[in-house]
């Protein structure tokens, strides 16, 4: 009987500024918290598994993906991608803490 959220929400599309702003946010954000969780959990590349996991869980369960969407969800990857790469970098320099 009831509906899921997503369904329920009317689509709108994203504005320029919303998108300009939106890809270096998704960037720093997913690099920051992968980061953050590369120093506690002293693994590398597990927020960038668990970011593909989040995006591959949206694209079964929605129904429509856009560019700007797919835009913002890669500069995500992005940010993943270079918090694992840059960890790797600093414990290859000889950086205890990471």
Same mark, same amino acid.
């Given at each position: ?18 998108? !300009? !702003? ?7 954000? &997913?690099? =920051? !918290? ?8 002293? &693994?590398?590349?597990?927020? #960038?598994?668990? %970011?593909?996991?989040?995006?591959? %869980?949206?694209?079964?369960? #929605?129904? &429509? #993906?856009?560019?700007?969407? #797919?835009?913002?969800?890669?500069? =995500?990857?992005?940010?993943?991608? =270079? ?10 320099? =000889? %950086?205890?803490?990471?």
């Amino acid at each position: 009987m009831s509906q899921p959220l997503l369904h329920v929400m009317a689509v709108q599309s994203i504005s320029l500024p919303q998108l !300009i !702003i939106s890809i270096p946010l998704f960037f720093v954000l &997913t690099f =920051g !918290i992968g980061f953050i969780l590369n120093m506690i959990l002293k &693994t590398t590349w597990l927020p #960038l598994v668990v %970011y593909l996991g989040i995006v591959i %869980y949206f694209l079964f369960n #929605l129904s &429509t #993906l856009r560019v700007p969407d #797919l835009t913002v969800l890669i500069s =995500g990857l992005a940010g993943a991608v =270079g918090g694992g790469w840059t960890i790797k970098t600093l414990r290859a320099k =000889g %950086y205890r803490m990471f």
